[in-house]
T-cell receptor, first 114, second 115 residues
Framework: AQSVAQPEDQVNVAEGNPLTVKCTYS??????LFWYVQYPNRGLQFLLK??????LVKGSYGFEAEFNKSQTSFHLKKPSALVSDSALYFC????????????FGQGTELSVKP | DAMVIQNPRYQVTQFGKPVTLSCSQT?????MYWYQQKSSQAPKLLFH???????NEADTPDNFQSRRPNTSFCFLDIRSPGLGDAAMYLC??????????????FGPGTRLTVT
């Protein structure tokens, strides 16, 4: 079964510092990995995806993620955090054998303080 | 702008009173998904339509039904809401259920309260 795990419930970062939100995956076959962000009482916004190709994926709002096959990880990163980045972040794997359903990690609350 | 729209954004219903949530899309996508997200939890897929083909998740309660009268619209019907059905309901669309370049686009969600 496909799964992803986000080992940190919360990440605290000072504005201007780099941030990392961790995600590890367990899949059979090629992983299709995604990051989404959710602001309070809102839907999910797509940030970036890894399908194939370069291990460093660049996405929206200055975010990027590094796919590491040997460590089965797909960590989300940003070089300089903004207060407005504070939100709930979900890592997900897409299961193409089950209608493309997204299987989400439990989410990581990112808090960026001024 | 092409988008996924959900109405209403907030819905209050009484215990046992049927309720319908609506989703529409202007993306002309073939697949529409319904996810349930309970407080402080990850979204969980309830079911999806690929064109007119309905695909139910094995653990989705019978209390939840869906209709897709055309490409643009999809409805979530909860026949007899219980207190445990209070959640955010997220609609998402995708051009196809699989394939390298297809991500899901989410609507803003409907927050359901059951009193």
């Amino acid at each position: 079964a496909q799964s992803v795990a986000q080992p940190e419930d919360q990440v605290n970062v000072a504005e201007g510092n780099p941030l990392t939100v961790k995600c590890t995956y367990s899949v059979s076959g090629n992983p299709y990995l995604f990051w989404y962000v959710q602001y309070p009482n809102r839907g999910l916004q797509f940030l970036l995806k890894y399908i194939t190709g370069d291990n460093l994926v660049k996405g929206s709002y200055g975010f990027e993620a590094e796919f590491n096959k040997s460590q089965t990880s797909f960590h989300l990163k940003k070089p300089s955090a903004l207060v407005s980045d504070s939100a709930l972040y979900f890592c997900a794997v897409r299961d193409d054998n089950q209608g493309g359903k997204l299987i989400f990690g439990q989410g990581t609350e990112l808090s960026v303080k001024p | 702008d092409a988008m996924v729209i959900q109405n209403p954004r907030y819905q209050v219903t009484q215990f046992g009173k049927p309720v319908t949530l609506s989703c529409s899309q202007t993306l002309n996508h073939n697949v529409m998904y319904w996810y349930q997200q309970k407080s402080s939890q990850a979204p969980k897929l309830l079911f999806h339509y690929y064109d007119k083909d309905f695909n139910n998740e094995a653990d989705t309660p019978d209390n939840f039904q869906s209709r897709r009268p055309n490409t643009s619209f999809c409805f979530l019907d909860i026949r007899s809401p219980g207190l445990g059905d209070a959640a955010m309901y997220l609609c998402a669309t995708s051009r196809a259920p699989s394939g390298a370049n297809y991500e899901q686009y989410f609507g803003p969600g409907t927050r359901l309260t059951v009193t």
